[in-house]
């Protein structure tokens, strides 16, 4: 496979877990913004910023559309973890929400994983070396 491909199925990958989690959110949101407003506002504005990395990384295969989507990711996961044990304001869960639950954790863990591989396999811009004027001998 070349590199080329290579990129191409990652960020395939990608903006496939970000559309999926940010779809899970969307429908989920609506009873969040009942139960707790901030979560459901957090859905809501984690969702539109994954729909925007799919689209980075569809159109463009940006380095910022990969990076806001592991933040996004990340930042999920942390959340849902942290809800489920010591608990967020206001805010505490304690199941795994089936099926979106694991739904949501499985496209975001998936997520990371091809960052992670896109990272290590990115092209890598090597600064060229400081040009210096030629000064003529004797001065």
Do not use: Q
Request: aromatic content about 10%.
């Amino acid at each position: 496979m070349s590199s080329r491909s290579a990129a191409v199925s990652l960020a395939g990958i990608g903006a496939c877990c970000a559309l999926l989690s940010a779809v899970v959110h969307l429908v989920i949101a609506p009873e969040h913004l009942e139960e707790t407003l901030y979560i459901g506002i957090l859905f809501i504005i984690g969702s539109v910023a994954l729909l925007l990395a799919a689209a980075g990384l569809v159109l463009r295969n940006s380095a910022a559309a990969w990076w806001l989507g592991a933040l996004v990711s990340g930042g999920m996961i942390l959340g849902f973890a942290l809800s489920r044990t010591v608990g967020l304001p206001g805010y505490h869960e304690t199941d795994w929400d089936p099926p979106y639950g694991m739904l949501s954790l499985v496209a975001e863990a998936l997520f990371l994983a091809a960052f992670f591989a896109w990272y290590v396999t990115r092209p890598t811009l090597v600064p060229s070396a400081p040009v210096r004027p030629k000064v003529p001998a004797g001065r």
